[in-house]
C-alpha cells in the first residue's frame, strides 16, 4: 500500500507544472552549457596554434577524426540511449560534459540512488542523479587540484619501485569492487556474461584495447539473458 501511494505521487509529480518548468529550465541551461564547452574545446588548440604558428593539416586532422569517430559512433549512441534514462536531464547533461561516465559518474548516481531509494525515470532520481553527479565533479576538480601541487613534492615516493605494482593495478581493482556489487544481484547471469567476454578477449585479444565497445555486445548478452530467465520465471508461475 505504501509502494502504491509513493508510486502515485511520483505521478503526479512527474506530471505537475513546476516539475516541467524544471526540465525546461534544465534542458535550457543544458543545451547552453553543452553548446559553450563544445566552443571552448574547440578553440583552444585553434587559438594554442595560431599562437604558436604551427596550425596542422585540416583536411588530414579530418581525415583521421572520421577514421576513429565511426568506430565509436555506435559505442555513442548505445551509452546516450542506455545512460539518460539512467540519470536524467540534468545528470546527463553534467555527466556527458564532464565526461568520465563509465568508471566515475555512472556508479556514483546508482550509488546514491540506491542509498534514497529511488527509481530510474521519477522526479526524485531526476534530483539525486544530478547531484550525486555535481557532487563527483566538484570532488575531482579538488583532487586534481591538490593532486597537482603535491605532484612534484611526492614525486620520489609515487615513482619509488616499491609502490609500481599497486598503481599498475589500479583499474583492475576499481572496477572488481565496483562489478562485484551487481554481479551479486544476479550470479548466474554474471559469470555466463563474464566468462563469454573473457573468452571472447582470449581468443581476439586485440578487442582488449577496445574495452568501451565490448559494453554493446556484453550488456546486450546480459539483457537477453535477463529476458529469458524472466520468462522461464513467468511460464513456472502458470504451472
Not at 559469470?191 to 565497445?213: D, E, R
Amino acid at each position: 500500500m505504501e509502494n502504491k501511494e509513493m508510486l502515485q505521487n511520483a505521478e503526479e509529480l512527474k506530471n505537475s507544472e513546476a516539475y516541467r518548468k524544471y526540465l525546461n529550465m534544465t534542458h535550457r541551461l543544458g543545451r547552453i552549457s553543452t553548446v559553450l564547452v563544445l566552443i571552448l574545446l574547440l578553440s583552444a588548440p585553434y587559438m594554442i596554434g595560431l599562437f604558436l604558428h604551427a596550425v596542422p593539416n585540416l583536411p588530414a586532422a579530418a581525415k583521421a577524426f572520421l577514421g576513429v569517430g565511426i568506430v565509436y559512433l555506435v559505442s555513442c549512441v548505445a551509452e546516450y540511449l542506455i545512460y539518460v534514462p539512467m540519470l536524467g536531464a540534468g545528470g546527463s547533461y553534467l555527466a556527458f560534459i564532464t565526461g568520465n561516465l563509465i568508471n566515475m559518474k555512472i556508479p556514483c548516481a546508482i550509488n546514491a540512488r540506491d542509498i534514497v531509494g529511488v527509481k530510474s525515470g521519477t522526479p526524485e532520481n531526476e534530483i539525486i542523479s544530478t547531484l550525486s553527479i555535481a557532487t563527483s565533479s566538484l570532488v575531482t576538480i579538488a583532487v586534481l587540484a591538490v593532486g597537482v601541487l603535491l605532484m612534484i613534492p611526492l614525486q620520489p615516493v609515487l615513482q619509488s619501485p616499491e609502490l609500481q605494482p599497486a598503481f599498475e593495478n589500479v583499474v583492475p581493482a576499481l572496477f572488481g569492487a565496483m562489478a562485484c556489487k551487481y554481479y551479486r544481484q544476479d550470479m548466474k547471469i554474471s559469470l555466463i556474461v563474464l566468462c563469454a567476454m573473457t573468452l571472447l578477449f582470449i581468443l581476439v585479444p586485440s578487442l582488449i584495447g577496445s574495452t568501451s565497445m565490448m559494453v554493446i555486445p556484453s550488456g546486450a548478452l546480459a539483457i537477453i539473458l535477463a529476458y529469458l530467465s524472466f520468462r522461464k520465471g513467468q511460464k513456472g508461475e502458470g504451472k
